[in-house]
């Protein structure tokens, strides 16, 4: 490994007071993301009425919201990673910190659903029985390599979620060790190198393998999400100021052609990210736009309208309890739709639309309680721990956790 590079002057104050340390606006944008993905996942069978059609049309393209959390994990960790670059205890504080944050949630979930829940429900009801060949992949965070690798069958019951997780884990492992090596420019080429990189493997899988399940779960093939955040990171720590505008001149341009770009593919063939359009450039177009949004958020004055927008308090809340909510919402999801809203026992005026919306109503609301007990009872007692593992500054409260994707170290 070779020693990193000197490093670059810091630019003024006035320009990388918003880049560094808590930025509200991030919260709301996890906020954002969260949602998205409950709006996809709260969905009954899809019902046969023009109008409930077109909200499954849009609703179904939530899963961008897992976009997002890559572009905001991206961001937020590189940047962490890079300022701290001289920390004699680069490694054990960032991987102490990720440890505490991500793993007793995820492995406390772990060991209710496969060790605690089989002998307390009947396994029929849930489908809580899983052989343990189909545990060891959550296990082991590699549930996004379950489904990609063909014959391997699919992700136990509750947590095929979790592929997005282990994808981000598979990033921090490897990601601090890269940041250490290399300098910034040589950090700069080699993320503009894996967002053209990711969308040239999945177009391998896409058209050439028909793996459509590689191009959406593999790691590689998903990294120009992350790289994108994280080269907005480092490109605002470049030379004074230059960075910055350059970001900012180009945010607009980007912002608005992509945006194009999606909405007539939207119009064309819609978003389901199993269309081979969607799966392969698709992709890289969500990546660009959020990435131009997160640059548009960093950049809100806190007391301006857009400002205000992203740091929405409703925004902040979902934010606030992100990486719960995205553990425990399929749980609600699965339950609910077993009992109080089976289709099949509904009477038949409530079908469609209405019976929707009451289950996200009712679905979201539990699943809240749900990650706000956790947060409280049991997440925040680990946090405290986080404070003797800072990174050569003051311990950053404890009451604003990150988002689904551990988001800050």
Not at 16 to 27: F, N, T, V
Not at 365 to 384: D, R
Request: hydrophobic content about 50%.
């Amino acid at each position: 490994m070779t020693a990193p590079e000197s490093a670059t002057p810091a630019p003024s104050s006035a320009t990388a007071r918003p880049w560094r340390g808590h930025i509200l606006a991030l919260d709301g944008l996890r906020g954002i993301a969260i949602l998205l993905v409950m709006l996809l996942h709260f969905q009954l069978d899809k019902p046969d009425t023009s109008l409930g059609r077109a909200y499954a049309n849009i609703v179904d393209s939530g899963w961008a919201g897992v976009d997002l959390f890559f572009v905001l994990s991206g961001f937020l960790i590189t940047g962490i990673l890079y300022d701290n670059r001289s920390d004699p205890h680069y490694f054990r504080n960032f991987y102490v910190r990720r440890l505490l944050r991500i793993f007793p949630l995820y492995y406390g979930f772990l060991v209710l659903r496969f060790l605690v829940a089989p002998h307390l429900f009947q396994p029929e009801w849930v489908d809580l029985q899983a052989p343990a060949a189909d545990q060891a992949w959550a296990w082991l965070y590699l549930v996004n390599l379950q489904y990609s690798l063909p014959g391997t069958g699919h992700p136990a019951p509750f947590v095929g979620h979790f592929w997005s997780l282990a994808i981000e884990e598979q990033f921090y492992l490897v990601w601090p060790a890269v940041v250490l090596a290399l300098g910034r420019r040589s950090l700069v080429r080699l993320c503009c190198a894996m967002v053209v990189g990711a969308l040239a493997l999945r177009g391998v899988f896409v058209f050439a393998l028909e793996n459509y399940g590689a191009a959406y779960y593999f790691t590689p093939a998903r990294m120009d999400a992350l790289a994108l955040g994280s080269l907005i990171a480092l490109v605002a720590r470049g030379e004074t100021g230059r960075g910055v505008a350059a970001l900012l001149r180009w945010r607009r341009p980007v912002l608005v052609g992509t945006g194009a770009a999606l909405a007539v593919l939207y119009t064309w063939r819609g978003l389901w990210w199993q269309d081979p359009i969607v799966g392969t450039v698709g992709f890289s177009l969500v990546a660009l736009f959020f990435a131009a949004v997160l640059v548009t958020a960093v950049d809100a004055p806190p007391g301006s309208r857009l400002g205000r927008a992203f740091a929405n308090p409703v925004l902040l809340f979902f934010g606030r309890y992100s990486y719960s909510l995205y553990v425990f919402h399929l749980v609600v999801h699965r339950v609910l739709k077993k009992t109080v809203f089976n289709p099949d026992q509904a009477p038949a005026f409530v079908l469609g639309v209405p019976l929707q919306l009451a289950f996200l109503v009712t679905a979201t609301a539990i699943s809240v309680v749900l990650a706000v007990a956790s947060w409280h009872l049991f997440e925040k007692h680990f946090l405290k721990l986080k404070g003797r593992f800072e990174h050569g500054r003051p311990p950053r409260p404890e009451s604003v956790p990150v988002g689904m994707g551990p988001q800050t170290a």
